[in-house]
C-alpha cells in the first residue's frame, strides 16, 4: 500500500502567539498573493492558523477564488457549542467566521494547559460534529525518544483520543506528527526518523480500519521544518507535507514550502 500521489497535500501554519494585525494583514496577503498566481494540483491546499483575535480578519480577507487552496484555522476551540465558558471559543463560531480546520493536541496544549487524552477527544467529537476538519497533533517527548519508546508513546496518543471514531470520521482527520523535541528547537527529526514515525502511524491506522483508509489519510510533519530541510522531508513516502511554526510567520518562507511540496509531488 501507499498512495502518496492522491493524498491529500498539505501545508499549515500555525502562527501561535505571534504577530499584531498588520502582519498577520500582511502575512496572510502574501500568501494569496502568492497563491493566485501559482499552479498547484487540486489536491494541493495552504492553511493558516492565525492568533484567535485575527480569525475572522484573516478568514474574511480570502478571495473566493482561493477556495480550497488557502483555508484558515484555528488554533483551539472548546468542545461545547455555547454556554458559560468564559474566554473560550465554540467550534460553531469557528466555522461561522469561515474557518475550516482546528489543531487539537499540539504540544503546547498538552504541556501548558494540561489536556488530557480524554479532553482532546471530546474536542475532535464536537468538531466533527460541527462538520470542521481537526488536524490532530502527536508525539513524544525528548525522554521517550531517548528511551527508545516514541512509538508506543504515539500509539498511546491515537488509541486515546482518535481511535474511538468510526472510520468515515476518522477518514476526515489530519494527523501531524511533531517530535516535541524538535518543536521550535531548530532540531529537525531527520527524514529516516520522521518517515519510520510516519508508516508507524499508517500501519496502526491500518491495523485499525484497513489499509484502505490508513492509506488516504494525510499525514503531516512538525518540527523546525523550514525551506533548508522540507525537500527530504516531504520526499518521504509516508509525509504529506508540514505543519509549520516559525518558518509560517514569514510569507516567502511559507511559500517556499508550498512550492517544495509541489515540486516532490
Ligand atoms: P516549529 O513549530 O516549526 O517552530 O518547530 C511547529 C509546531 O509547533 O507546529
Not at 498566481?37 to 482561493?66: D, G, R
Not at 465558558?85 to 494540561?114: N, W
Not at 514515525?197 to 484502505?212: K, P, S, T, V, W
Amino acid at each position: 500500500m501507499n498512495n502518496k500521489s492522491t493524498r491529500r497535500k498539505i501545508v499549515a501554519g500555525n502562527w501561535k502567539m505571534n504577530l499584531n494585525s498588520h502582519q498577520a494583514m500582511e502575512l496572510v496577503t502574501g500568501i494569496s498573493t502568492y497563491l493566485e498566481n501559482a499552479e498547484l494540483p487540486k489536491h494541493h491546499e495552504a492553511i493558516v492558523c492565525p492568533p484567535m483575535p485575527y480569525l475572522f480578519l484573516v478568514s474574511n480577507s480570502i478571495s473566493e477564488e482561493l477556495e480550497g487552496k488557502l483555508s484558515v484555522g484555528a488554533q483551539n476551540c472548546y468542545p461545547e457549542a455555547s454556554g458559560a465558558y468564559t474566554g473560550e471559543a465554540a467550534p460553531e463560531m469557528i466555522a461561522d467566521i469561515g474557518c475550516q480546520y482546528v489543531l487539537v493536541g499540539h504540544s503546547e496544549r498538552r504541556k501548558y494547559f494540561g489536556e488530557s487524552h480524554d479532553f482532546l477527544a471530546q474536542k475532535v467529537n464536537k468538531l466533527l460534529q460541527t462538520g470542521l476538519t481537526p488536524i490532530f497533533c502527536c508525539g513524544e517527548p525528548l525522554e521517550i525518544r531517548e528511551a527508545g519508546t516514541h512509538e508506543t508513546y504515539v500509539a498511546t496518543q491515537l488509541r486515546e483520543s482518535i481511535f474511538h471514531l468510526d472510520a468515515t470520521d476518522l477518514a476526515r482527520l489530519v494527523i501531524a506528527y511533531e517530535p516535541v523535541w524538535a518543536i521550535g528547537t531548530g532540531k529537525t527529526a531527520s527524514p529516516e526518523q520522521a518517515q519510520d514515525m510516519h508508516a508507524a502511524i499508517r500501519n496502526l491506522l491500518a491495523a485499525q480500519y484497513g489499509d484502505e483508509l490508513a492509506d488516504g489519510v494525510t499525514l503531516l510533519y512538525g518540527g523546525s521544518c523550514k525551506p533548508a530541510n522540507a525537500h527530504e522531508l516531504f520526499s518521504q513516502k509516508d509525509v504529506d507535507g508540514g505543519l509549520i511554526g516559525g518558518a509560517s510567520l514569514k510569507a516567502d518562507s511559507f511559500t517556499k514550502l508550498i512550492e517544495i511540496l509541489n515540486e516532490v509531488g
